[in-house]
């Protein structure tokens, strides 16, 4: 075992007895740091947590330090930091950004009632991180150009010549390159050349992030955009009733894919009780009811249901991936994204 593991796991074993302490919120923090604080990188838009930071403040009383950024590379960041990084939780935007982090060996275990309460699907084999929300992948197209009928099935459709120059995607989103991973993950790697070739010689539009996407589509610049499907709630909440709306491709089809948002633990957090009392809450039922209610993404936690009108996400369903995968994949995927001339 290597001496960043075993580290990992001393802390791990003295961040579940905090967990399991009476009290344990407002305890002295590790190695006698101020108590009620907390480091958060998240790699989820300041305009979109940030609420839910100010109401976990509330609720606890516990102060939040954040750094935004991209979840890619704040990961890339903890691991250029390792042990002296001063996150003490990683709240990413997608599973394979949190698999890097748990494949560095960085994250401390999580007590197993918070692993046990959330949908297998969305917490991590070896318990070093778990899901927050879930969220889909969804054709978002503009309903001024195009009817249901007229969209694919699956995504390979997209590859056909018939849709060049009307595609949009964000290469270099983490939400995008995790899906690439999924590919990798289930169909392999020749078939995920494949499709991403025959996109490119469809001649897509890039754009920043899924927002971006989603505009461009309502705008007309494109009549397809390959996002999250919360993207759209998102969007017409800001700017208005657009003439946009989600296709959901066949059950079983690569492009059928659910990720997460997740949280994991640093192991070297100098405040692992305040972490663990911000991972408690935010999977349980304060932070799954503000996913429901006031997210348009899917709740993690048996009992809740999302606000908006969705496809079931018993019915959401792509290849059977397992997500703690998608960390050892993200830098196959990232490969092939610039091999293909997409990043």
């Not at 066949?250 to 997740?262: K, L, M, Q, W």
Request: net charge negative; aromatic share 8%; proline share 6%.
């Amino acid at each position: 075992m290597s001496t960043t593991r075993a580290r990992s796991l001393l802390v791990a074993v003295a961040l579940v007895l905090a967990a399991c302490s009476p009290g344990g919120q407002s305890g002295t923090g590790e190695g006698g740091e101020e108590p009620g604080r907390l480091t958060i990188y998240s790699g989820r838009s300041e305009e979109f947590v940030a609420p839910l930071f100010e109401r976990f403040t509330e609720d606890t009383g516990i102060e939040i330090e954040v750094r935004y950024g991209d979840s890619a590379e704040l990961a890339a960041t903890i691991l250029e930091e390792g042990e002296a990084s001063p996150a003490d939780v990683f709240f990413s935007q997608d599973a394979g950004s949190l698999g890097v982090v748990a494949e560095a060996g960085l994250f401390a275990p999580l007590d197993e009632a918070i692993l046990e309460r959330v949908l297998p699907r969305f917490r991590s084999d070896d318990g070093l991180w778990v899901g927050t929300s879930g969220r889909g992948r969804v054709l978002v197209y503009n309903t001024e150009r195009l009817s249901p009928d007229d969209l694919p099935a699956g995504i390979e459709g997209l590859t056909d010549p018939a849709w060049r120059g009307r595609i949009g995607l964000p290469p270099t989103n983490s939400s995008f390159q995790a899906h690439v991973a999924a590919m990798l993950e289930t169909e392999g790697e020749a078939w995920t050349r494949s499709w991403l070739e025959g996109i490119m010689a469809n001649e897509p539009r890039f754009y920043e992030d899924n927002a971006a996407t989603t505009r461009a589509v309502a705008a007309g610049e494109i009549d397809v955009g390959l996002v999250n499907h919360y993207y759209l709630f998102e969007v017409q909440a800001e700017d208005g009733s657009l003439p946009i709306a989600n296709h959901y491709v066949d059950p079983g089809d690569p492009g059928s894919f659910v990720n997460t948002a997740g949280v994991g633990i640093l192991a070297s957090a100098a405040h692992p009780e305040e972490a663990a009392a911000f991972v408690d809450w935010v999977t349980g039922d304060p932070g799954q009811t503000w996913v429901a209610e006031e997210s348009w993404e899917y709740p993690v936690v048996a009992g809740y249901e999302p606000s908006v009108d969705v496809l079931p996400l018993s019915e959401f369903r792509g290849p059977d991936v397992d997500l703690s995968r998608l960390g050892a994949r993200l830098e196959e995927a990232q490969r092939l994204l610039a091999e293909v001339g997409m990043v």
